[in-house]
């Protein structure tokens, strides 16, 4: 099974901050990475999927990068509604795995 | 609008079965592939099982390997997941999802005795 880990596993940051989410794969799977976010008591949305592409109505500040086994999620200047927890996801093979997911509070 | 409506969650003993399923409109349900992803509570995604588009490929997780069963109905535009021989691990919400894109509200399943 393909593992992965992210960094780190939270973090606090103000409003305008630069964020940015390490997601590593034990091995290669291409491009085939997603990013989600999720709220407490919501289900996950996807924000980014093959690696950088954003998904529909996805804020622009939000990027994603990498390939092979290392990823980044970046959100240029956080917003209030972004305090929230971030999961990677491959999607390559089965099993799917996702990552243990990066929390973003409030400093 | 899409919208994914899961159903059939609730409180079950160990060793009992549920039948989850997930109703789907907004999307042509027909065109993608469906996933169950589940969430212990406190804990983070752990993905279930996933079915292609006319059923012809079926995955599942180790954990979940011979006692649970995805099914589809393109007609009904509806994903079902059978689970037996439920165990008190197997405790979570468990989210319908279309593809990566779209995701179910998620129903609570308790196992308990």
């Known amino acids: 099974d393909i593992q992965m880990t992210q960094s780190p596993s939270s973090l606090s940051a103000s409003v305008g901050d630069r964020v940015t989410i390490t997601c590593r794969a034990s091995?290669?799977?291409?491009?085939?990475l997603n990013w989600y976010q999720q709220k407490p008591g919501r289900a996950p949305t996807l924000l980014i999927y093959?690696?950088?592409t954003l998904f529909d109505g996805v804020p622009s500040r939000f990027s994603g990068s990498g390939s092979g086994t290392d990823f980044t999620l970046t959100i240029s200047s956080l917003q209030p509604e972004d305090f929230a927890t971030y999961y990677c996801?491959?999607?390559?093979?089965?099993?799917?795995?996702f990552g243990p997911g990066t929390t973003v509070d409030v400093k | 609008e899409v919208q994914l409506v899961e159903s059939g969650g609730g409180l079950v003993k160990p060793g009992g079965s549920l039948r989850l399923s997930c109703v789907v409109s907004?999307?042509?349900?027909?065109?993608?592939?469906m996933n169950w992803v589940r969430q212990a509570p406190g804990k983070g995604l752990e993905w279930v099982s996933s079915?292609?588009?006319?059923?012809?490929?079926?995955f599942y997780a180790d954990s979940v390997q011979g006692r649970f069963t995805v099914s589809r109905d393109n007609a009904k535009n509806s994903l079902y997941l059978q689970m037996n021989s439920l165990r008190a691990e197997d405790t979570a919400v468990y989210f319908c999802?279309?593809?990566?894109?779209?995701w179910g509200q998620g129903a609570l399943v308790t196992v308990s005795s």
């Open positions: 999802a279309g593809g990566s894109e779209y």
């Open positions: 996801q491959q999607s390559y093979i089965t099993p799917i795995t």
């Open positions: 079915i292609s588009r006319s059923s012809i490929y079926i």
């Open positions: 907004g999307f042509t349900f027909s065109n993608y592939s």
């Open positions: 093959t690696a950088s």
């Open positions: 091995q290669s799977i291409s491009s085939f």
